[in-house]
C-alpha cells in the first residue's frame, strides 16, 4: 500500500424529501446564485421542490450550463457572479452543471481567466460551492474534479480544487430521467471504479473489495433499472454507488489509470459523444490492447464479478474482457467506434494531439499516442 | 435504503514516515497538549518519532490514561488543560488514549463535569483534537464515539463528539505490539463490522458490500499475522481496515445492532476483561440467541464471508455461527464466560443493570435485560 492522505469533509444528505433541508444547509449570511442547466429540473419538479426550500432567501439564478459544459458559458456566470458578490454556489444538476459550477466557483474566487485556470489544472481558491443531485453519474458531488470543455478549440480537459459543502441526493429526483442518461449513468460508475481498480495487482486487499463491491452493484442492480424499474431501492443503490465510485473512498493508498478517461475526452471533445458513451466504447480496447500489464488484476476482477474461474488464464483474461463490453451493451450502449461512424481520420487526430502533449498516461504512464492509436483501433 | 447524513471530515494521513508531518498538520498557534497512555510509546520509539517532529513547538505532556480510561484520571488531564489554556489536543495512543482524549477535549471545552457529559451522551463542544496511532482496532481515530469508564462504580458508557482533525497511522509503529493486543484488535474490527451489517437483510446492496470487505479482508490477513507474520503490506491491511470498520463508512443508511457491545462494556466494567475479548464471548451467543432475527443475514454473511453453501438454511446458520467462534478463537482468544471464571453472579448483576435502565439495545430495540441474560448464559 502506498503512503497517502485522504479527507473529504463534504456532507453527504442522502434520502427522500432532503430538498427540503437546504436552507438549514446554505449559510443564512451566503450571497447565492443558483445554477442550472437546460430546463429538464422545471418538468421534473426538482425546480419547484429548491425554490420552495429557500422560500424567504435572497439569490439569483444561472441558467444554461450545458452537458460538457462550455469554457464560454462559464465566464457569463463568473462575470454574473462577480457582478453580484456571490459567494455562495448551489449547482442544481447533473454532473455537468456540477463541474461548471466548480469552475464558476474558482473563477469568481480568482482573476484568472476561466480556462487557464483548467490548463494550470487545479483552482487555487473556490468559493463555496454545494449541490442538488439529479443524475448519477460523474461523482462530481463529492469529489474536486471537473471537466471542462472549450468549443471554439474542441478541447476538453480536467482541473481539481476543493470539496463541495454538501450533495443532496434524493433518488426520488431520478425516476424521469431518459434511459440513455441512466444507461451512461451506469457505464460511468463502473468505468469509475475500473480507472482505480484495474492497475497493478496486490496494492490493497481492502480498496480491492470495495472497488469490486461497487462493481458487483451496479452490475446486480443495471438489469432492473435497464428494463425500467424505477423503484426507490434500486435507485438509491444506483445513486449511492455512483457517489461512492468516485469519491476517494476506493483509492487509498493505490495507483489509478484514467488512460480510457483521457482518450475518451477527446471523442466527446471531437465529436460530441455522451462521456460515459465514450468510455463505453473505450475501456473495453484498453483492457484487450493492456491485457499483459492489466493480467492479474484482469483475472480477479473476471472471477469476483463476473464468476468467470473455468478456463486457463488467457482464455479468462479474454472472457473478463468480453463480459465487460457485454455488460456496456446490456445498457444499451454501441462500444465500437464503427457504431458511431467514427474511424482512422478521429483516430489519428487523438494521436496527434496525444503526442503534441507528449501524453503519457495510465498506472505506468506508458499511454502515449503510439498506445492511444492501438487502442482505438481495437475499438473500430 | 433510509435517508441519512454523512460526514466525516477527519484526514487521515496513512503511511511510512507519517509522523514527520505532524508539525504541519497542528496548527502553529496551537496551545498543544499531547496524550499517552502508560509508557509502551517510549519503548516502541513513537515517543521519539513525535517529540522530533515537533521540535521547537511548545507542548505540554500528560501522562497515564490507562486501559478503559478511567474518568478520574480524565478529570485531572482537564484541569491540567485548563490551568494551561490547552486548545489543541494530540491523543498519542490506542483506542483508550483517544477516547479519553476525546473527553478532555469536551471536558476543557465544557463547564460541565466529566462524568455528565458521558451521561448525557454527546460532548455539545470539544477543543481540537488529534492523533498519532499505535493499535488498530477501535476506530476510534477517525469517528465521533469514545468509551469511558467510572471506576468506583464499574460503570462504563460511551459518549458522542466531534470528529479528529486528523489521525496519522503508520502501519510500522504496530510491529512491537503484544501478541494479545494483536488479537483484540482483530476480533474488535471484525466485531464493529458485524454491529452494524448483522441486523436487517436487504437495507443496501452497496453497504453490505462493503461491510463484507471489511470482513474478508480481517478474515484473510489474520492467520498470517497471528502467526507473528509482521511485514508491512500485512499490517497496513490491518489498520486501514480497522479505521474503515468504524468510520461511518460502511453505515450509510442502514440500521445498526451494538447489543454485543452494551453487554461487553459490562463484562469490561465488573471483570476489567479487555474490550474486544469481551465482544468474541459475547457475539457469537449474540447470533445464537437473535438466529431467527437475524436469519437473513446470517445466511448472507456466512456464503460471502465463510463460503457456507452446503445445507438447509439452519445448518448453514449453525455453521456460520460455528465458523464466527471459530474465528475468534483462531486469534487465541476464549469466547465462554466460563473459561475466564465468569459465571452467573455477574450476569444477574448484569441483567440488573440492563433492567435499571430500561435498556432495550440492538436493531430491533428488543435486547433487554431478559434477553441479554439468554445471550450470557449461551456464552458460559
Redesign the interface.
Known sequence: ??????????????????INLLSELIPDDANLMITFGGGSVTKNGVYNQVIDALKGRNYIEFWGIEPNPHVETIRKAVKQGKDNNIDFLLAVGGGSVLDGTKLIAAGIASEEDSWDIVLKGHADKQIHYASVLTLPATGSEMNTAAVITRSETQEKFGFGGFYPQ?SILDPEVTYSLPPHQIACGLADTFTHVLEQYLTTP?Q???MD??A???L??VK??APDIISGNRN??LM??FM??AT?ALND?IR??VTQDWSTHMIGHELTAIHGLTHAHTLAIVMPSTMRVLKHQKHGKLLQFGERVFDITEGSEQERIDKTIEATEEFYRSLGLTTRLSEEGIGNETIEKIVKRFNERNASYGENSNVTGAVAREILVSSL
Open positions: 500500500m502506498n503512503n497517502f492522505i485522504f479527507q473529504n469533509p463534504t456532507k453527504l444528505v442522502f434520502g427522500k424529501g432532503q454538501f496486490n490493497s486487499k481492502i473489495r470495495w469490486e463491491g461497487v458487483q452493484t446486480e442492480i426507490y431501492e438509491a443503490e449511492l454507488s461512492l473512498f487509498m493508498g
